[in-house]
């Protein structure tokens, strides 16, 4: 077994893509002692307020992606949609986890292809690169079903709902590679969420149930009900092969349908996820703290649930200036907001974790 040789107090983490997740990792990141540089294009980079220094310059920015990384000693990304060329502009040996794992998350059929050849079930679909294709895909699954992007969808974005043949024929291809799939029946929608580290150790958190509206999640709630429990082992197995397929390292995420015939895989995402924000003060060991002991090399810490029920509900679309009023509620209520500078549909400005005792 590799003996993994931590990073000293001190080093530097570089986090790739600007964000609210990249604000909580180098958030976990200064309580071990670390300083974070990010990087991303220019934009509201809320995860600069958190970081030493933050580049903000355009992906295809080889020279400046070559001098942020002179300065790591470990890179990370809170954003899957990180161009790949942008990776392959930082040496390997300083990345985690490994970028196998973004390159196959950045597309939904390679995703899909990859986590079924693991045994995983996934809902019926099929590639999509014109209309007549899209005809063909309509044909073979029916309605209803969704139309994806196969790439740089997220929060809902890039996606269009199919009810009937009719419908059909009035969404527009959109230009780019899709993938039709068949939609999905589900009794509820969970995540698995693991953390790995350089030696292969694996600690997963207790799956919420979680609810979306409109593709984007609002709402992650413990205990997730008999539906997600009883499926849960049978996720976890799938979650845990592809961690170890992947040789990966920190925090991977994969979301699936609880259904009458078992957990269907939906999709994964190779970074620390919106339904495990609850873990900040919900479980033992964070999501955010065990990405950085990870990539860094420290023992991971454990993740059991703290509290007899934990609700997590984001803060999406608000202008969040008067959130404070939040911490006057009953619950227990603990605020976390983003300071993005604009409020827009659909955009994640904060959270709002509510956890009741073990012990009353
Ligand atoms: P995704 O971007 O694939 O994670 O989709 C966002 C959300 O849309 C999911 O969490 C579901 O709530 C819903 N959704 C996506 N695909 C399907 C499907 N095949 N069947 C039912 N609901 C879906």
Known sequence: MEVSIPLAPGSTIGILGGGQLGRMLAVAALQLGYR???????????????CVDFFENGWGDTAALAAFASQCDVVTWEFENVPLSAINA??????????????????????????EELGAKCAPYMRVEGDADFARAIEHL???GILKTARDGYDGKGQWRVASA??????RFPGRPCIYESMVDFVAEFSVILARAKDGTMRIWDSTANEHDGGILVHSVLPAGPAVE???????????QTADALDYVGVLTLEFFATEGGPIFNEMAPRVHNSGHWTIEGAATSQFENHIRAICGLPLG????????????NIVGDDATGAHRILLEAGEPHLHLYGKREAREGRKMGHVTRVAHKYP
């Open 142 to 144: 029916g309605t209803p």
């Open 230 to 240: 009883s499926q849960v082992e049978a996720a976890r197995a799938i979650a845990r």
């Open 166 to 171: 009719r419908e059909a024929e009035g969404v």
């Open 36 to 50: 974070c540089i990010g990087y991303a294009p220019a934009g509201d980079n809320v995860a600069a307020d958190a």
């Open 90 to 115: 930082i040496p390997d040996s300083m990345l985690a986890p490994n970028p196998k794992a973004l390159e196959i998350a950045q597309d939904r059929l390679s995703e899909k292809r990859f986590v």
């Open 302 to 313: 454990g993740t059991e649930t703290r509290f007899a029920s934990v609700d997590m509900r």
